[in-house]
């Protein structure tokens, strides 16, 4: 019995050391637990980087192409400089297209320096088809001028000898006159407006532009020339039914059939509306001199 007791009380004790070393190492094993496990503060976690833009889209080929198109309008440099031309132009024309001879006459040298450049710059094939244009329609103009002010004063280009015919300027290895720039070059080049830009120095011609005709404004100038011309009721007069033209448009018929009937040309830039059936006769013609 007291061996029995003794043995109980063993147990006994053996159980509580067992029991103070297990509380003993559970909280450092607790510890050594929550600081491996930390989670850092939510504050803390940096900021979501901001995406990156996508890279501006490729223009397509028909943008760029209109690109390279506005580009050209607006820098398309001229064959030529009509600057000097300009200024005479400005200086001694009105609005109205009368033209003061007296100030040219004054301004020779320019209109000679002027001139004198146009023969040394004459079109090559490198030129398009508005540059020799506006080279040689500015050129018709400004010989024409010069040939008035050679025999100033006078009434009208018809007091001059042959007016027309006459050979004052050498072009490269040629004497040009009036008639081998409006007949051989001119009307060769199928613009049938150009007959609104010519000006042969008499009242009942077209007006001369007090601006240089220039390949890049051609277009518009052509087309406001014609336009001009025909609603000046002094060389024109259009009704529905009947026409009285000016005898412009009895010599040169052909070249304003090219695409149709004279009618058909007319209404292009007439604000009547022509029937196609209309009376049709012509004015006389002044070549009083248009100062």
Known sequence: MKY????????????CCSTKKVV?????????????????DVSEVPPTIPELPKPTEPLKVEEVEEEKILVN???????????IWKKLLENNVSDNGN???????????????YIDSLKDNMPNDNWTKKDKLAYWINTYNALTIDLIIRNYPLKSIKDIKDPWDQRLWKFGDKW???????????RKMDEPRIHFAIVCASESCPKLQNEAFTSNN????????????????????????????????????KDFEQNGSLIDFLNQYSDITISGNAKKSFKDYSWDLNN
Do not use: C, M
């Open 176 to 186: 040009l006159n009036l008639n081998d720039i409006e007949h051989q070059i001119l």
């Open 24 to 40: 003993k190492t559970q909280p450092e094993t607790t510890k050594e637990i929550a600081v491996v496990t930390e989670i850092p």
């Open 218 to 253: 051609l277009e518009e100038q052509l087309a406001n020339a014609t336009i001009e011309f025909l609603a000046d009721v002094s060389k024109n007069e259009i009704s529905e039914d009947e026409i009285k033209l000016s005898k412009i448009f009895k010599w040169f018929k």
């Open 99 to 113: 033209v003061n001879y007296k100030g040219f006459k004054s301004e020779s040298n320019k209109l000679r320096t």
């Open 4 to 15: 029995f007791s003794i043995l109980i009380l063993t147990i006994f004790v053996s159980s």
């Open 73 to 83: 309008n607006e820098t398309t440099p001229e064959s030529f400089d009509h600057v």
